[in-house]
């Protein structure tokens, strides 16, 4: 029984604070139960046992947002391109609609999965594995839209902003992104995410995919493109989002001009099944699987060690293998020995990368992209 004054804690704290006290993941309407980092606005985890699929379904799907969600009319929504463009353009969703479309498949994560696992703890939501997902976008190429715009040689930058505002001491959230990356022809604005119209709560009815780079880049509810030789000053592009140039030691501060802003994202791979904690049976076959993604490049190889990282196997790697796309990994294994086992997963990249035994700590906790570990315990 809640006694009053937990009932109080909860209306004051707001729903999340039921999670806390074990009554399991709440629902969110179009979602299956998520792990909940904040009910309001939402950021919802997707459990890491629902990695067992090539493309995220949209209902298991992570969201991350800092302000609250805004309702978007489709009939009045605009998209604006403007600033340094020879032929402004005000596009209602059927003009987008009737431009040519182009499918990307492409992982999202945020900059800050992972963050949980960073020792100093770094403030901010504490991510565990699941602020990411893989999905199939459809839209209209950036590009395109700023040839339609005429856009000017000279400019830059263009600063996005989204249809969501800044409240209270929260600022509004607008990126800019350079040139080179709005031209990639895999740059698009989406309007639909795995086959349906973007859901809501992932940027109705336009969001900007950035494949290969960071979350925070992929504007979501996007209503103006402003191309600029300048980026933008606010909060969320200047100051948040970044890295810095070298590592620092862990807990010490970094001044700002030694950090710079994220771009790409970190090689990385995660443990999908068996279940950390989990056990298993000695002599019997056991399926270990995962997924591996290495932003603006391609995953090349998954290894998979089952004795803390002495010995390592290569993992089998699913034939799905677009750039900015994640590979799913299966490993087969018959444990042998009764005991503790630590499993451990390291990713290879097409560029030669391949995933440390440990990250640099970061003062913004981002880009985690330590060797995955989980133990498992096998019963004679
Ligand atoms: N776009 C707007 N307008 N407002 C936001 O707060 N959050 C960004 C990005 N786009 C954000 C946004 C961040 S930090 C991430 S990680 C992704 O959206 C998350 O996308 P998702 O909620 O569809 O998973």
């Given at each position: 029984?809640?006694?009053?004054?937990?009932?109080m804690?909860?209306?004051?704290?707001?729903?999340?604070?039921?999670?806390?006290?074990?009554?399991g993941?709440?629902?969110f309407?179009?979602?299956?139960?998520?792990?909940?980092?904040?009910?309001?606005?939402?950021?919802?985890?997707?459990?890491?046992?629902?990695?067992?699929?090539?493309?995220?379904?949209?209902?298991?799907?992570?969201?991350?947002?800092?302000?609250?969600?805004?309702?978007?009319?489709?009939?009045?929504?605009?998209?604006?391109?403007?600033?340094?463009?020879?032929?402004?353009?005000?596009?209602?969703?059927?003009?987008l609609?009737?431009?040519?479309?182009?499918?990307?498949?492409?992982?999202?994560?945020?900059?800050?999965?992972?963050?949980?696992n960073?020792?100093?703890?770094?403030?901010?939501?504490?991510?565990?594995?699941?602020?990411?997902?893989?999905?199939?976008?459809?839209?209209?190429?950036?590009?395109?839209?700023?040839?339609?715009?005429?856009?000017a040689?000279?400019a830059?930058?263009?600063?996005?902003?989204?249809?969501?505002?800044?409240?209270?001491?929260?600022?509004?959230?607008?990126?800019?992104?350079?040139?080179?990356?709005?031209?990639?022809?895999?740059?698009?604005?989406?309007?639909?995410?795995?086959?349906?119209?973007?859901?809501?709560i992932?940027?109705?009815?336009?969001?900007l995919i950035?494949?290969?780079?960071?979350?925070?880049?992929?504007?979501?509810?996007?209503?103006?493109?402003?191309?600029?030789?300048?980026?933008?000053?606010?909060?969320?592009?200047?100051?948040?989002y970044?890295?810095?140039?070298?590592?620092?030691?862990?807990?010490?501060?970094?001044?700002?001009?030694?950090?710079?802003?994220?771009?790409?994202?970190?090689?990385?791979?995660?443990?999908?099944?068996?279940?950390?904690?989990?056990?298993?049976?000695?002599?019997?076959?056991?399926r270990?699987?995962?997924?591996?993604?290495?932003?603006?490049n391609?995953?090349?190889?998954?290894?998979?060690s089952?004795?803390?990282?002495?010995?390592?196997?290569?993992?089998?790697?699913?034939?799905?293998?677009?750039?900015?796309?994640?590979?799913?990994?299966?490993?087969?294994?018959?444990?042998?020995?009764?005991?503790?086992?630590?499993?451990?997963?390291?990713?290879?990249?097409?560029?030669?990368?391949?995933?440390?035994?440990?990250?640099?700590?970061?003062?913004?906790?981002?880009?985690?992209n330590?060797i995955?570990?989980?133990?498992?315990?096998?019963?004679?």
């Amino acid at each position: 029984m809640f006694s009053r004054r937990k009932w109080m804690k909860v209306l004051g704290a707001g729903m999340s604070a039921l999670d806390g006290w074990g009554q399991g993941p709440l629902r969110f309407p179009g979602k299956r139960p998520m792990l909940v980092q904040n009910d309001f606005p939402e950021d919802l985890e997707t459990p890491v046992e629902y990695f067992d699929t090539w493309i995220t379904p949209n209902d298991a799907f992570f969201v991350r947002q800092h302000l609250p969600r805004p309702k978007v009319d489709a009939g009045s929504w605009r998209l604006k391109l403007g600033g340094m463009v020879s032929n402004p353009l005000t596009l209602t969703l059927d003009d987008l609609k009737k431009m040519p479309q182009v499918k990307v498949p492409a992982t999202l994560e945020c900059a800050g999965n992972g963050r949980a696992n960073y020792r100093p703890k770094v403030p901010g939501l504490q991510w565990s594995k699941g602020a990411m997902g893989n999905a199939e976008w459809r839209g209209v190429r950036v590009a395109d839209l700023l040839k339609k715009a005429g856009a000017a040689a000279g400019a830059k930058y263009g600063n996005f902003n989204g249809a969501d505002h800044g409240v209270a001491k929260t600022p509004d959230f607008i990126r800019s992104i350079p040139m080179r990356k709005l031209m990639h022809e895999a740059t698009i604005v989406a309007l639909e995410m795995n086959g349906a119209p973007l859901p809501e709560i992932h940027g109705f009815p336009a969001r900007l995919i950035v494949p290969g780079w960071d979350g925070a880049s992929w504007v979501k509810w996007v209503t103006e493109m402003d191309l600029s030789e300048e980026s933008s000053k606010g909060f969320y592009f200047a100051t948040a989002y970044r890295y810095p140039k070298f590592s620092p030691a862990p807990g010490s501060a970094v001044k700002p001009e030694d950090m710079e802003v994220l771009e790409g994202m970190a090689l990385t791979s995660y443990f999908a099944r068996p279940a950390h904690g989990s056990t298993a049976k000695k002599g019997s076959p056991l399926r270990l699987q995962g997924v591996a993604y290495a932003g603006e490049n391609r995953v090349s190889r998954v290894e998979v060690s089952t004795d803390g990282g002495s010995k390592w196997i290569d993992a089998k790697l699913s034939p799905q293998n677009y750039p900015f796309a994640w590979r799913l990994f299966t490993f087969d294994w018959t444990p042998s020995a009764q005991g503790y086992h630590i499993l451990c997963s390291k990713a290879t990249d097409s560029a030669g990368r391949v995933q440390p035994v440990e990250c640099p700590w970061n003062p913004g906790g981002y880009m985690y992209n330590s060797i995955d570990r989980i133990g498992v315990t096998v019963e004679a």
